[in-house]
């Protein structure tokens, strides 16, 4: 087995662990954390079922943003649908036999690296460029679309320029996931590809990419507006300061 | 502290977004709090020795206490969607001023101790120590927000910057570095009752003298009660509804309606103040205090129902944090929402055909009205979303012959705050105040220009305070703003004692219709 092979066999397995790992404690972390307060942002729904129609939307259509700037609302689905599409068309290097509606949208997926290159360009193109969004960038802010971008225009090579072994990248990823490893191809692009991989899988949950789980939990978005129909009684902390209080209280 | 020269800005024909100009609003700074105002609400007289020792684990509790702030902080993509959407910015340029500036100003502190990656690479990610410098800015800046939620309507995630505002408040005040005006005031709503420090014999005096002045003008008595058992609606109502203008013909338009529906209602001396700064300085404790007070005076005085009068962020406790504050209200009628805004009152009789009313009386005005962030952005009214654009509307279309709205980025939940919401109102910050009003005061100014808008509507004790005091910046009257429930006053047609019931109802379905 070669060095190649052992290396990025115990990198995937660290950069998943750490992903995961990660991100769930912060996950776990936003739902053990309470909402004391009924703070949804108007329009905000009067319902459970109303709420879940306004998160689908927020997650689809990124509503608000469409609402708020046409050029960042363009950019920004671009890029996020376009990602969407390369990623599930990516679960072909992960599944054997490949699901039928993965290997149907294919074709989708690989041209979807230009819509993504595309938003990413437009999102990296107003950082630079609009004063206030410069202004609000840290040096990370500008690397992370760097990131990204370059993960894609190794991808696009490999697509659109130089193949590469296909096949055996599929035995070395099944190999890893069932634990009986097969060597990983040796070609230079394709691992800057997966080595910018690792480093985003390494950096999502510390950074800003916490916004793919956060907004789960925005209580902003996710509050149903009825305070006054039911009593909104979520923190522990509250409801101490409150006994304290009432007790304390003239009659 | 003299304060400072200041030109007032240019009213262009269409909104612009201004280019950064860095600090320019660095020195705007409110009134620090003495050691004795702080004192009495359970903080630091003063910076204490190991402020950041301390600031730094408040931040930590806080993190803990409000998934609002901790989800926020880590959320934030820095997409810029923010950046011109709040009336402070807009007026001011002042890149701080931006929703998205502000919370990094939070942000940068709680990435470097709390985030791996700002302990490990805090240049990379922007992370910063805790400096006095840093202190200074938390105090100038978080003081120019207004808590108005406008950035968070527009924020993909919904990053609320008055969240991270009343964090950053908290954690000054916990330190020893309070605002002079909101403490005070809470101290004294927290003692005598109300944001003046009206005492119970000065308010029953005030309303002595208007029950004789409505007298006098409309020949009807028409009652403010103080104090009464039994009575079946406890008023909460700001106080500035006692003696400002235009505030109190607001109170006096309240009481005609209660008068002509014969609803026998009361204020209570102990509970005089619908305002609740605790909020503005993010102290749940001291929000919870004035709440409980709200609570007792409904229990003493055995009413049946709770009413709030026009104020915007009273109405944002009232209608979304009352109920777990003080609640539950078990005691009171549950055929009535708990708590009930005065206009879903008013609007309630109206379509109930209860209100005899003459839109003619109001002929000489033509109206718009401005939304109040925290009843915009932060409540609701009635039983449907949105209910809190249209029942005022509604109102003031049925008193009101004359009425038109501002441009539609403007009203609503993209409304602009007034300039001097979140504990702003304050003479030391009238430069802010001026510069806050601009997004605003340019809306008015298409009206007026182009449909011949003479008077401006609202239902916040706030806002009315602060275009009385900004309209004369931008060439207005003073009396161009107006409370909503004096347009309801004027158009309302009482009747002498004795020869009300029957008759009105007809009349009032044709004038309502
Ligand atoms: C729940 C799924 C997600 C939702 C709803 C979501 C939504 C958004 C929205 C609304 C924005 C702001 C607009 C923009 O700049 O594009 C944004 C920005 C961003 N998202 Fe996501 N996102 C999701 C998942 C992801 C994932 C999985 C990644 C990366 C691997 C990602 C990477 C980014 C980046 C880098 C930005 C900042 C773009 C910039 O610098 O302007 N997002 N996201
Ligand atoms: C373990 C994870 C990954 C592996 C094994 C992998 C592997 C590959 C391979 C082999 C190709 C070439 C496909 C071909 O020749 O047809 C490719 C293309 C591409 N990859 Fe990845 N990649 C991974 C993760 C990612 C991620 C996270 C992104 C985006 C942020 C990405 C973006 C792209 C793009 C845009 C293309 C070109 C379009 C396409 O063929 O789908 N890849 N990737
Ligand atoms: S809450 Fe209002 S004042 Fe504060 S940053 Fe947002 S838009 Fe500006
Ligand atoms: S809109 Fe929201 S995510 Fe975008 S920069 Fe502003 S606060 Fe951050």
């Known amino acids: 087995m070669s060095a190649l092979t052992i290396t990025f066999a115990i990198l995937f397995y660290l950069a998943t662990a750490c992903l995961v790992g990660f991100t769930a404690r912060k996950i776990w972390i936003y739902a053990k954390t309470p909402a004391p307060l009924k703070i949804p942002i108007t329009p ?27 050029w960042t609302w363009l950019f920004g689905w671009l890029f996020h649908f376009g990602l969407l599409l390369v990623l599930l068309r990516h679960l072909r290097y992960f599944t054997d036999p490949v699901w039928a509606w993965v290997v149907f949208i294919q074709p989708f997926g690989k041209y979807a690296t230009f819509m993504l290159l595309a938003g990413l360009a437009g999102l990296w193109g107003r950082r630079l460029l609009v004063d206030r969004v410069r202004y609000i960038s840290a ?77 789960f939990f925005s209580p902003t978005l996710n509050q149903v507006d009825n305070p006054r129909e039911r009593r909104h009684v979520a923190a522990d902390w509250t409801t101490k300061i409150e006994s304290s209080m009432k007790s304390t209280r003239a009659s | 502290m003299a304060v400072a020269e200041f030109d007032t800005p240019e009213l262009k024909e269409y909104p612009v977004i201004p280019h950064l100009q860095k600090d320019v609003m660095a020195h705007s700074r409110p009134f ?34 409000y998934r609002s702030l901790q989800v926020y902080l880590d959320s934030c993509v820095k997409c810029g969607a923010c950046t011109d959407k709040c009336h402070y910015y807009l007026g001011t340029s002042d890149p701080k001023n931006m929703p998205v500036a502000r919370q990094d100003l939070y942000r940068k502190i709680y990435r470097r101790y709390f985030t791996i990656s700002g302990k490990l690479f805090p240049k990379l990610v922007g992370a910063e120590d805790l400096t006095e410098e840093v202190l200074e800015d938390w105090y100038s800046y978080f003081h120019q927000c207004s808590q108005c939620r406008r950035c968070s309507v527009y924020c993909p995630y919904g990053i609320d910057t008055a969240e991270i505002s009343m964090a950053a408040r908290e954690v000054m005040d916990t330190v020893g570095k309070g605002q002079k005006y909101c403490n005070e005031i809470i101290g004294k709503a927290q003692t005598i009752g109300n944001n003046l420090g009206l005492p119970e014999p000065a308010l029953v005096n005030t309303l002595e003298g208007l029950e004789e002045d409505v007298e006098e003008e409309t020949g009807v008595k028409v009652r403010f009660p103080v104090d009464e058992k039994g009575a079946e609606v406890l008023l909460i109502t700001p106080s500035a509804d006692f003696f400002a203008e235009p505030h109190i013909d607001g109170l006096i338009g309240y009481a005609k309606v209660f008068h002509q529906a014969k609803i026998s209602w009361t204020l209570s001396s102990f509970a005089s103040e619908a305002a609740n700064f605790g ?6 404790e001291n929000m919870q205090k004035l709440a409980l007070r709200i609570r007792q005076a409904a229990i003493d005085l055995g009413v049946k129902r709770i009413v709030f009068g026009e104020c915007g ?43 005899t009313l003459d839109p003619s009386r109001n002929d000489d005005m033509v109206v718009t009205y401005h939304d109040s962030c925290n009843v915009a952005r932060a409540s609701r009214m009635g039983d449907k979303p949105g209910g809190q654009f249209e029942i005022p509307r509604e109102i003031i279309k049925a008193v009101c012959n004359h009425y038109v709205d501002m441009p539609s980025h403007s009203i609503k939940e993209g409304t602009y705050c007034c300039g001097g919401g979140g504990g702003l109102l304050t003479d030391d910050l009238i430069e802010l105040r001026v510069k806050g009003a601009l997004p605003r005061m340019e809306a008015l100014k298409s009206v007026v220009d182009e449909y011949g808008v003479t008077h401006m509507a609202a239902i916040c004790a706030i806002c009315k305070s602060q275009f009385s005091k900004v309209f004369p910046y931008y060439n207005f009257s003073m009396d161009q703003i107006i409370s909503l429930h004096q347009l309801v006053s004027n158009a309302i047609v009482l009747q002498p004692e004795g020869n009300s019931s029957e008759g009105s109802d007809d009349e009032s379905q044709v004038e309502a219709a």
């Open chain 2, 279 to 284: 909020m503005f300085i993010g102290s749940y």
């Open chain 1, 139 to 215: 040096p990370s802010d500008h690397l992370m679309l760097l990131l990204l971008i370059a993960i894609g225009a190794t991808g696009a090579l490999m697509t659109f320029v130089k193949h590469t072994d296909i096949v055996a990248l599929k035995s070395f990823f099944i190999g890893l996931m069932t634990f009986s490893w097969s060597a990983m191809p040796n070609d230079l692009i394709l691992i800057v590809h997966l080595s910018l991989v690792i480093l985003l899988m390494l950096i999502f949950p510390f950074s800003k990419l916490l916004h793919a789980p956060g907004i």
């Open chain 1, 44 to 70: 905000a729904p009067t319902t459970r079922r109303g709420v879940a129609f306004r998160m689908l939307k927020e997650l689809t259509i990124f509503e608000s943003l469409f609402k708020s700037n046409k």
């Open chain 2, 313 to 355: 962020h009273a109405w944002r406790v009232a209608y979304s944090f009352l109920n777990t504050l003080a609640g539950p209200f078990d005691f009171l009628d549950q055929n009535y929402p708990i708590p009930q805004h005065i206009c879903e009152v008013t609007h309630g009789l109206i379509e109930e055909g209860k209100l």
């Open chain 2, 32 to 65: 620090e709090a003495k050691a004795e105002l702080q004192e009495k609400l359970g903080f630091p007289g003063g910076l204490i020795d190991n402020w950041q020792q301390v600031a730094i684990e408040k931040m930590g509790e806080l993190n803990k206490k």
